[in-house]
């Protein structure tokens, strides 16, 4: 079992449901950001995503670029976001996923990466622009290690397909609620949720559901159908205009919403 | 028949493409097989080819050029498409399958803006909403085709983000199609980005090798010795090159662009100085830094600026079909020139690669053999700018 599989079977038993942080590796710095994640997970933050930042990066929007080639432009590299993990690991113990584009992944070498992240302790790996069909070498590299490679499905992936990748899930599946890249919205639709629904009847695996989340009231409504949250974009931007007070009471709050009774 | 199932050409190519794509994808390549054997979109996209973009284009001696160079040059005119480029042939046919696939809008990027103005030039012939995202240093180089957008009706958005040329306008326009697939076609404006679109930009591109063909054998009564075209993302050289592959003794000559040279961090000879990766959406020769960061690259010319080349270009160059060299901004400027003044012709600076090239490399060729090159486009793009380098303005 990894860390994200326990982790998730813990808040099962607890009858809480994850929440999930995303921040950019080395934004505003890599001290700074060391700090952040830090506060972060000590306000209840359950999993922590790292992002390896890249120059291209097409699924994400305007928020997560900035931070992304802001990072970058710092001096960031992929040794250096598994020293930060390493850092981290030793000073928070929850959960740790690396999100980065393919592109890196392959140049480091794959075999190297997962290797590198094992040690690290990285329990998980999202790609974005990994699809299901060029993603079972690399799963069963990470499975060998012990390492989640998270799967995605959208509101606009086939039922056919629907299918072939819940068999391969492992860790949780990704459900990316609306068409666009990342970026805060106002609400999710009740298509999103039929959908939802409908992985949950198929899978056991945790489902946790990402893009565009950023308030209290769309937690509660869509806490009962998933077991977590992901959230990226609206923290970063507290983090861009220095709130981050304001960003630890909302983790708190939010952690509230999701202990659902 | 290549691509395969999975959209490789050997291990390059394939489908990286965020998960919100995928669904679009498959429609797209549904679609298109369906939409593409139709009698009707063929009959429509053949006479918009012939009566409203001027195919097919001359294969045209330059006998001034070759008696200097001392072999037989022919030049396929792609330069007299209308818009003044190849990227015609692709942009009719990808709208028109738009339209007959029930899309209302259309979005494309642009570097040299050649492409910029073939797609809004399609939109504005075939009724539809047409946005263009151009990497803000593009904008700033290109002025003149932003103003024909903008008289066809097009929106053009500037790109503010990474480097602000070529690969940042195709991000933002991926971006763009995640979000609105529904009504929206992205029109891809070469043979790079996830299957199908290589399959779909070469098929329409190889318009131009499959008439060149045919001129050949009635001109000379045999195939050509070497065809040689300039790499950019690749659109117009597989265009020539792709009818002609099975025919082993035609060689393929394809010449990127090698900015200040290929010694300095500024060119953009992908083939050439690049490595295996993953750039929007496949999986090929990529110029990137050690951690896999997509590199910023140079070149005179817009077209040919960037990171990445088409998967089935890597396939080629793998196998040995084709070779791939590079040549800089100097001996581009230097095809630029003589093509003008010995043929009355002015090349894009993106051709004016594959002349200077040729130039470089005369002593390699044979005074029997018979070369084609793929005047890809038109000059009149690039004066403004050649004056300004030449400090002639």
């Known amino acids: ?261 | 028949m290549l691509p395969d199932r999975k959209g490789k050409f050997g291990i390059f190519g394939g489908r990286f493409a965020p998960e919100t794509l995928i669904g679009p994808l498959e429609e797209l390549e549904r679609e298109y097989k369906k939409i593409s054997k139709k009698r009707e979109f063929r009959e429509k996209l053949n006479y918009l080819l012939k009566e409203y973009a001027g195919r097919p284009t001359p294969l045209y001696f330059a006998e001034s050029f070759s008696k200097q160079i001392g072999f037989k040059v022919y030049l396929k005119r792609e330069d007299l498409a209308f818009t003044g480029a190849h990227k015609i042939n692709n942009t009719l046919g990808q709208v028109l399958l738009a339209k007959m696939m029930g899309k209302t809008r259309i979005i494309a990027e642009t570097g040299a803006g050649q492409h910029g103005v073939a797609t809004a030039t399609a939109c504005a012939l075939l009724n539809m909403e047409c946005v263009v995202y151009m990497g803000e240093i593009d904008l700033e180089r290109q002025k003149l085709n932003v103003y024909r957008m903008n008289l066809l009706g097009a929106k053009v958005v500037p790109v503010k983000s990474g480097s602000k040329t070529l690969k940042d306008a195709i991000n933002e326009a991926m971006r763009d199609w995640i979000a609105n697939f529904k009504t929206t076609h992205y029109v891809i404006g070469s043979v790079v980005g996830p299957h199908p679109y290589p399959m779909i930009v070469r098929n329409f591109q190889s318009v131009i090798g499959k008439e060149t063909k045919k001129q050949i054998l009635k001109k000379e009564k045999k195939l050509p010795d070497y065809l040689i075209a300039c790499v950019g993302g690749g659109s117009n050289s597989i265009g020539l090159f792709y009818p002609f592959f099975k025919y082993k003794e035609v060689k393929f000559i394809g010449v990127e662009a090698g900015g200040i040279g290929l010694n300095t961090d500024k060119h953009a000879a992908t083939l050439s100085k690049g490595e295996k990766g993953i750039l929007h959406g496949s999986f090929s020769y990529v110029l990137q830094d050690r951690y896999g960061q997509i590199k910023v690259t140079h070149s005179v010319s817009a077209g040919l600026d960037y990171p990445g080349v088409g998967p089935e270009h890597s396939f080629y160059k793998e196998i040995g079909r084709a070779e791939y060299f590079a040549v800089d901004d100097k001996t581009a400027l230097e095809g630029f020139h003589i093509l003008s003044e010995l043929e009355g012709i002015i090349p894009a600076l993106e051709p004016s690669h594959a002349i200077g090239w040729l130039l470089k490399n005369k002593r390699r060729f044979k005074k029997e053999d018979i070369v084609i090159v793929c005047l890809s486009g038109r000059g009149d793009k690039d004066v403004v700018e050649v004056a300004k380098i030449e400090g002639k303005l």
Do not use: H
């Open chain 1, 1 to 261: 079992m990894t860390d994200i599989e326990k982790k998730f079977k813990e808040l099962k038993e607890k009858k809480e449901k994850a929440l999930i942080l995303y921040f950019t590796a080395g934004f505003p710095s890599f001290k700074e950001s060391i700090e952040i994640i830090k506060k972060s997970a000590e306000k209840g933050t359950d999993i922590i995503e790292i992002g390896i930042p890249f120059s291209d990066p097409i699924a994400d929007g305007p928020i997560i670029q900035y931070t992304s080639a802001k990072a970058l432009e710092n001096g960031i590299n992929t040794d250096r976001c598994f020293q930060l993990i390493q850092i981290l690991k030793n000073e928070v113990k929850i959960p740790y996923l690396f999100m980065t584009y393919f592109n890196p992944v392959y140049k480091y070498g794959i075999e190297k990466f997962a290797d590198k992240c094992f040690k690290s302790g990285v329990s998980g790996l999202i790609i974005p622009d990994l699809p299901y069909e060029e993603s079972f070498e690399i799963r069963k590299i990470l499975k060998e290690r012990n390492i989640n490679l998270i799967y995605f499905l959208t509101p606009f992936t086939s039922e056919n397909r629907m299918k072939k990748i819940i068999k391969k899930a492992n860790g949780f599946i990704y459900f990316i609620s609306v068409a666009g890249v990342t970026g805060p919205r106002e609400s999710l639709s009740q298509e999103a949720i039929d959908i939802i629904k409908k992985i949950k009847n198929e899978t056991e695996i945790p489902v946790v559901i990402g893009f565009g989340i950023s308030n209290k009231e769309q937690i509660k409504q869509i806490k009962e159908y998933v077991d977590g949250i992901i959230i990226g974009s609206f923290f970063l931007q507290k983090i861009i205009d220095c709130k981050i007070k304001e960003m630890e009471e909302l983790i708190i709050e939010f952690k509230e919403e999701l202990k659902c009774k």
